[in-house]
Nanobody
Framework: QVQLVESGGGLVQTGGSLRLSCAAS????????MGWFRQAPVKEREFVAA?????YYADSVKGRFTISRDNAKNMVYLQMNSLKPEDTAVYYCAGRQYYSRSYYIAPSEYEYWGQGTQVTVSS
């Protein structure tokens, strides 16, 4: 069983930056495909960024957000720059054990989820 714990959320003004972190348990973290999703009130959970053999981003965050990982520390990060009010949401870290594709973007393709961290961007 893998546990994922997000941190780094908070309140930031439009144009600001935040870095989300996700700490993962488990000894085979390097074999996991990881992703970030977000969910705003009354909206469905949506894909933000993924990393496995390569990285992939939602069009809405491309050029502003960067996903990265440190396998030695069992960590995955989401650097968020030029934040906009529409980025306000609860952000979730997700993991999938073993992967064959370059990345995964559907929530149903992930097995493990963190509890989420709130990001609020004020206008």
């Amino acid at each position: 069983q893998v546990q994922l714990v997000e941190s780094g959320g908070g309140l930031v003004q439009t144009g600001g930056s935040l870095r989300l972190s996700c700490a993962a348990s488990g000894r085979t973290f390097s074999r996991y495909a990881m992703g970030w999703f977000r969910q705003a009130p009354v909206k469905e959970r949506e894909f933000v960024a993924a990393i496995a053999r390569s990285t992939y981003y939602a069009d809405s965050v491309k050029g502003r957000f960067t996903i990265s990982r440190d396998n030695a520390k069992n960590m995955v990060y989401l650097q968020m720059n030029s934040l906009k009010p529409e980025d306000t949401a609860v952000y979730y870290c997700a993991g999938r054990q073993y992967y064959s594709r370059s990345y995964y973007i559907a929530p149903s393709e992930y097995e493990y989820w963190g509890q989420g961290t709130q990001v609020t961007v004020s206008s």
